[in-house]
């Protein structure tokens, strides 16, 4: 975002910003294909460390068998608690910083009047905050975690909760700083900067209910909240067609909103244990367990009652003798 401010102001209008970014992901694309490899055994760039350690936990069950993993269990999925509050935690953080993403450049030029280079490296600094809160906060996750012994549940909720508000009001005291410059951008900057807690908590929360189906997990949560960032520029256009101050200041409420709402929802439905059907053979032999010892526990309850009855007979025919 900062370097396309300058880039349209030094290298010929918007344009510039296409070609260059445009050729970065044909680079990033070639170098792709260059080392990422989809089998451990087939890439020339691990160590040997590294090939065992990823060839000997990854697509398994957590069994000495080392079974492959069995098709997805969509049905548990779907109906799983924690997934579901999982979701509404990524529909409204990503609500949340598409609208500031996308948007955040439209009120710096509408209400602040920042030329454009101003306004690509003003709008970018929220973002470089973030990035830095992400790896500092993933830190301090896991020295509570692993240090303090804190609930991994307790953290992901924690720090979720930080990702949400403090955004949220970051930009409503930026929309009620009026058209003071420096409180504006100081506002934007530190409330998304804690945006940045949602790598530690949102991010890795799918690992944390299901470490074999992880991957699936990531990509369902993930597409799901993208829709979100459909419906924000949209709706962005339709409330501020005049691009006001007050109108900017309602977007920035619906943001705070939908962030706190879905943050709470998650508070109440999510977890960060790993859930019964991560194990799917475990399940299948827990059942087969649990069906097999029902017709065994009543006979053993039938036997119970004939030696009783069979002993009372016996006592009866000592008594009479």
């Known amino acids: 975002m900062a370097v396309s401010g300058l880039l349209i102001r030094y290298l010929g209008g918007w344009t510039s910003v296409f070609y260059v ?15 990422a490899s989809s089998d451990p055994s087939k890439s020339t760039h691990l160590s040997d460390y590294e ?41 409204g953080h990503d609500f949340g910083l598409f609208t500031i993403v996308t948007d ?49 549940t307790f953290v992901r909720k924690l720090f979720l909760t930080i990702a949400s508000v403090g955004p949220g009001l970051g ?35 799918a690992l944390d209910l299901s470490p074999n189906y992880a991957g699936t997990l990531m990509a369902l949560v993930g597409g799901i909240g993208a829709l979100s960032g459909t419906v924000s520029p949209y709706l962005v256009g ?3 067609p005049n691009g006001t101050l007050l109108e ?16 709470i929802i998650y508070c109440f439905m999510g977890s960060g244990e790993i859930q019964e059907w991560n194990e799917p053979l475990l399940m299948k032999e827990k059942k087969a367990l649990t069906a097999g010892a029902q017709p065994n526990g009543a006979s053993l309850k039938e036997n119970g009652a004939g030696k009783k009855e069979n002993g ?8 009479k003798e």
């Open 238 to 240: 339709v409330l501020t």
């Open 104 to 152: 955040l450049p439209k009120y710096m030029k509408d209400v602040l009047h920042f030329s454009i280079t101003s306004n690509g490296i003003l709008s970018a600094l929220p973002l470089l905050l973030m990035w830095l809160m992400g790896i500092l906060s993933g830190w301090i996750v896991d020295f509570l975690i692993s240090k303090k012994n804190w609930s991994v």
């Open 51 to 91: 090939r065992r350690y990823l060839l000997e936990t990854m697509g398994h069950l957590k069994q000495k068998t080392k079974q492959n993993l069995p098709p997805t269990p969509w049905g548990k999925i779907a109906t799983s608690a924690p997934v579901i509050g999982l979701i509404i935690a990524q529909i």
């Open 248 to 263: 900017w200041r309602v977007v920035f409420w619906t943001a705070f909103f939908v962030m706190l709402i879905t943050n």
């Open 21 to 35: 970014f445009g050729a970065v992901g044909l680079a990033w694309f070639a170098l792709w294909m260059t080392f």
């Open 312 to 319: 009372g007979e016996n006592n009866d025919s000592f008594v």
């Open 171 to 205: 930009i409503l005291a930026a929309s009620y700083s009026g058209c003071n410059r420096l409180a504006v951008t100081v506002s934007f900057t530190l409330g998304m900067g804690t945006m940045g807690a949602f790598l530690p908590s949102l991010k890795v929360n």
